[in-house]
């Protein structure tokens, strides 16, 4: 047991450290190339926080345990609108630009929608893994188009060679650290839960969902710590998006498998409701306050407790 704790403990913190300089290169990169830091966050940042789900929603899905997978993607995005944007708004409140609120979360709703559509026959299967990926290739050449920052038209210096490659192995580093300790979590939350004997799809909804999610979670509130509110709401919802698009895209392409019926009386549902009301928020406020943070986070335990009696 006192192995188990330790390593768990590591894997926290290599998710802090990694987190630190994933937001930090992150961030340099934006500025100095005069990119939106929001389309960092959209991409390069959420697409290495995703890179846990995907991992273990494949290995899931090869090994038969369908309900860890399907039950990892749903109870991610969850967590990580209701969790992290709730715990980053609390450590400083998190602005969220027009542009944001006009493009990025409803697209994010409308895949989410999508999503739960190509599920009701209870099955991911490898047409709509392709119509996932589609769906991921067009927001990504959404993503190249829009990159550059209008706000800052014009780089002042050319980017010396070796802040690039600072701020790149700063990147890579922080990737390779956020996956080794999403990994280490993880691993032990499964043996755990699994020793308190919780049911399949329940561990892949809260246990694994959250351990994958640690990514996130770090990075987001490392951001809003610092003030990079871009890359703290960027991050969440290009994670939700790689996560429905790329995870489960890859999981129906390569392994499809079949979805519980039960899910789309609550999980489904309320992964639209939390979408729904993360965008009703975010266009009357322009942001999330520290209130609104704890209504969040109020909205995750009620998801984990419904989640866990039903």
């Known amino acids: 047991m006192l192995i188990q704790v330790i390593i768990l403990i590591l894997g926290l913190a290599l998710l802090f450290i990694g987190s630190t300089l994933l937001v930090e290169g992150a961030a340099s990169t934006a500025i100095m190339f005069a990119v939106r830091p929001v389309i960092i966050g959209l991409t390069i940042v959420s697409f290495a926080t995703s890179a846990p789900e995907l991992l273990v929603s494949l290995v899931a899905a090869v090994k038969g345990s369908g309900g860890i997978s399907i039950g990892n993607i749903l109870g991610s995005n969850v967590i990580n609108i209701a969790l992290v944007l709730g715990i980053s708004s609390v450590i400083r409140p998190v602005v969220i630009k027009k542009q944001i609120i006009k493009t990025e979360i409803p697209y994010m709703f409308f895949i989410s929608f999508i999503f739960w559509l190509l599920c009701l026959d209870s099955k991911i299967g490898r047409l709509d893994g392709i119509v996932l990926i589609s769906l991921l290739i067009i927001f990504l050449i959404y993503s190249i188009t829009t990159a550059k920052d209008k706000s800052n038209p014009i780089v002042l210096a050319k980017p010396s060679n070796i802040n690039i490659l600072k701020n790149f192995f700063y990147i890579v580093i922080g990737i390779v650290m956020l996956s080794f300790g999403a990994n280490f979590v993880v691993q032990e939350a499964i043996i755990m839960a699994e020793k308190i004997g ?18 996130e979670l770090a990075t987001s509130a490392v951001a809003a710590a610092k003030g990079e509110s871009d890359i703290s709401v960027g991050n969440v919802v290009g994670s939700n998006l790689f996560n429905i698009c790329l995870v489960m895209g890859i999981v129906g392409l390569f392994n499809p498998m079949t979805i519980d019926k039960t899910l789309h009386y609550f999980q489904f549902p309320f992964m639209m409701f939390i979408c729904i009301v993360l965008w009703l928020i975010a266009y009357f406020n322009q942001g999330i306050s520290k209130k609104t943070g704890y209504f969040f986070i109020t909205l995750f335990i009620i998801y984990i407790l419904i989640s866990y009696f039903k």
């Open 198 to 215: 919780l049911s399949q799809t329940f561990i892949g909804i809260s246990i694994v969902a959250l351990g994958t999610s640690l990514p």
